[in-house]
């Protein structure tokens, strides 16, 4: 069976290579629909990118290595593409038959010329600014999937639309969301023999999540898979729910419940398995949301299923229970490693609780786990990779100091794994956060709805010794995942660094949060190259060859979760930014360049000599917290595209901020009123914290 597989697919290989030599016409590639074979040869096809992590093991290795180690040196720009937004860029491109199609903020979709960047056309949704205010994490997206002769987007507004490949014409469009919930898409959708899977998110604004395949030529439903269930008085929709049933308690329904597939998936073709990640509790308060009992399946957890019908196959759980928002949505990786001597099939994550994870890909079986970075919320794991709790991290009761934080040692920033160095690449953050239960929840609350305040109060004296391990910042990690231990890291200035591509050349390509696109060693991390980005590098990079040169293509532009990561340590230098996001595509001996940037003078403060705030600024600091802080930034900071609220003209005037913050009047640019959610003197409150907040600007350093 297994030989006979491989054999169909070496055949495979061997005529597309020659149809790849017999074309190097420049511009006359037909575009032959895209299908299963294409889709399961992605390994040995180098001059496309066909998914969204190259190949369905999601390794993100090319076997590409034109640029090395030695040449990259040589690496200039070969074109870039100016998007019409200054919000966060996450997405990888496709490349198919000599054209690049990618999304960018506000799910907008693009298809370009692969070798000159060349438009050749564009689709906007028209997603309305006032559903920004659903999106936890900015109005990003991570890109397009390819079947037939159409490319398909899910949109923020909860939408999955298929556009003809050649002329960007929507063909279908279906609504997978419950448009009363504060469901948003921002994950790329993968590819089955025909069918499109689709998840999404807003476990921190009470959503039930699941994901749905629906058939690539109609857009019809085919499946759902739920991954908390509902209320038990109606029937569940599918078996695997009365099991996970019994792991919760209370009146969860309500509120939601989470669970989110809003990113990771794989596919292993040989076992015929898809693998998804599903997200936090909705919300995230473990008391409110299961009176702090059970294990609440299938919250942060890795499950397997049948992707023809989405048959449940099995599940490991990373955070029963769990409380801090640490999803299990990250990269999932299949690799075969070696391991105690014998070939093993598994499957690697480094979920935000900060362990990265071995598991047997047939079986869910617990292989192995270690701690990549500081983590306080757990005493350790035993043999079937359970966690026991340290209590000081509970916040029912009392404040406490957690590592890693709600972004987690590893957010959505692609992870990628070389099958020659047998390393894998994490984007890493270590760091600790601190929580308290929220006096203010109420369920079904608009706003940022966790039952977590991330308050001034005192976090317990024993959370904060356990989470003061936490210091080492923002790096790349390269992990050995069988001997589970780090290689070497290398350092970042700030949080919110890129997703990783890594090649048989020896290189390994990440982006930076303070504006440059890096190239490594990937053996041994020494820094080979690096480029002025103009901008933060978030998105993950993609590589093909057309007409024998080899090309880099990477997104640029600040935002998604990084713009609750606050603003730029102090003594960091941060390069200027340019106005708006772009792609950025290179070569050897590439001769393009970006234009200069503009002069921006430094940023004032407005004159707040009639300010009058007079409301409660360490009031105006909760409710900031609970509503403002996810987009603004912890204490009133952000380095984003979002507005830093001290340099506001509006925090001078009470009128003013009313009419934004209460009437809304900026609802079509994402800023959407918070009337349902706060009383007048509440604003004033926290306006009175925004003034106070220049003030203590003032005194320090400037930002
Ligand atoms: C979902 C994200 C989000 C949340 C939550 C949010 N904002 Fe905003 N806010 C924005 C965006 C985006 C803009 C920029 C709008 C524009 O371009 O005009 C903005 C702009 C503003 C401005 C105008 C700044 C200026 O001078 O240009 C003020 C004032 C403001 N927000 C206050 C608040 C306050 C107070 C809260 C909490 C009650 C809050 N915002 C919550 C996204 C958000």
């Not at 900031?624 to 987009?631: K, L, Q, T």
Request: charge should be neutral; aromatic fraction near 12%; hydrophobic fraction near 40%.
């Amino acid at each position: 069976m297994f030989n006979l597989f491989l054999f169909a697919r070496r055949a495979v290989v061997a005529s597309l290579t020659a149809a790849v030599l017999c074309s190097f016409a420049h511009s006359a590639e037909k575009s032959t629909p895209v299908d299963a074979r294409r889709l399961l040869n992605a390994a040995n096809n180098n001059s496309e990118w066909v998914t969204y992590a190259r190949t369905y093991d999601e390794q993100r290795f090319s076997p590409l290595k034109k640029i090395n180690q030695d040449t990259v040196k040589n690496l200039g720009l070969a074109w870039y593409f100016d998007l019409d937004t200054n919000r966060g860029q996450e997405a990888t491109p496709l490349i198919i038959a000599g054209s690049m199609y990618f999304t960018s903020a506000w799910s907008k979709v693009f298809a370009v010329d692969a070798r000159t960047g060349k438009e050749k056309w564009r689709f906007d949704p028209k997603v309305a600014g006032e559903k920004g205010a659903d999106a936890c994490c900015d109005v990003v997206n991570r890109g397009v999937a390819a079947w037939g002769n159409s490319v398909f987007v899910g949109t923020l507004d909860g939408r999955l639309i298929a556009l003809d490949m050649a002329t960007g014409k929507e063909i279908w469009s279906v609504q997978t969301t419950d448009t009363t919930k504060r469901y948003t898409i921002t994950g790329a959708p993968r590819i089955i023999r025909g069918k499109v899977l689709i998840g999404n998110g807003g476990a921190e604004l009470g959503v039930r999540g699941y994901i749905t395949a629906y058939d690539a030529a109609t857009g019809k439903l085919i499946w759902r898979f739920y991954t908390v269930p509902g209320n038990p008085a109606e029937k569940f929709e599918h078996k695997p729910l009365e099991m996970a049933a019994k792991t919760w308690n209370g009146n969860w329904w309500d509120q939601g419940g989470g669970g989110t597939v809003w990113d990771s998936m794989a596919y292993d073709p040989e076992l015929d398995l898809l693998y998804i990640g599903c997200g936090n509790g909705s919300p995230w308060n473990y008391q409110i949301r299961s009176q702090g009992k059970g294990d609440n399946l299938f919250l942060s957890s890795i499950v397997a299923l049948k992707p023809d019908t989405g048959e449940y196959v099995w599940h490991f759980q990373t955070t029963p229970g769990e409380s801090w928002d640490y999803t299990a949505t990250q990269t999932i990786i299949l690799a075969d490693l070696k391991i105690n001597g014998a070939a093993r099939k598994v499957l690697l994550q480094a979920p935000k609780n900060g362990f990265f994870y071995v598991l047997d890909r047939k079986t869910g079986e617990f292989l192995s786990a270690k701690n990549f970075v500081n983590v306080s919320w757990t005493t350790g794991l035993d043999a079937k990779g359970r966690p026991t709790f340290s209590p000081e991290s509970f916040y029912a009761t009392e404040p406490a100091q957690v590592a890693p934080t709600p972004i987690g040692g590893h957010n959505w920033y692609p992870m990628a794994y070389s099958p020659l160095t047998q390393l894998a690449y994490i984007p890493t953050l270590e760091a600790s956060s601190r929580y308290a239960q929220d006096p203010n929840f109420k369920t079904n609350s608009r706003g940022w709805n966790t039952g977590v305040a991330f308050s001034n109060a005192t976090p317990n004296a024993k959370s904060v010794e356990l989470a003061s391990k936490s210091n080492a910042g923002a790096f790349l990690l390269a992990w050995n995942p069988v001997e589970q231990k780090e290689v070497w890291r290398i350092p970042y200035p700030r949080p919110g660094n890129g997703g990783v591509l890594t090649t048989a050349g020896n290189v390994l390509f990440q982006g930076s949060a303070d504006g440059y696109f890096n190239a490594y060693r990937a053996d041994t991390g020494t820094k080979l190259w690096s480029y002025i980005a103009q901008n933060a590098v978030m998105a993950a990079p993609a590589t093909y060859e057309l007409d024998g040169e080899q090309y880099v293509a990477v997104l640029a532009g600040l935002g998604g979760v990084a713009m609750a990561g606050g603003g730029t340590p102090p003594g960091t230098a941060v390069l200027p930014r340019s106005q708006f996001g772009r792609m950025l595509v290179f070569k050897l001996s590439g001769r393009d360049s970006l234009p200069r940037l503009a002069e921006t003078g430094a940023k004032q403060f407005p004159n707040l000599a009639n300010a009058d705030a007079s409301g409660d600024p360490s009031k105006g600091r909760e409710h900031y917290d609970r509503v403002c802080a996810s987009c603004h930034g912890p204490e009133a900071v952000t380095s984003t595209a979002i507005p830093d609220l001290r340099y506001s003209n509006a925090i001078i005037s009470a009128d003013a901020f009313k009419s934004i913050v209460i009437d809304g009047v900026r609802t079509d640019k994402g800023m959407v009123s918070f009337a349902s959610v706060l009383k007048p003197e509440e604003v004033e409150a926290i306006r009175a914290y925004v003034v106070s907040r220049v003030a203590a600007a003032k005194t320090t350093a400037a930002p």
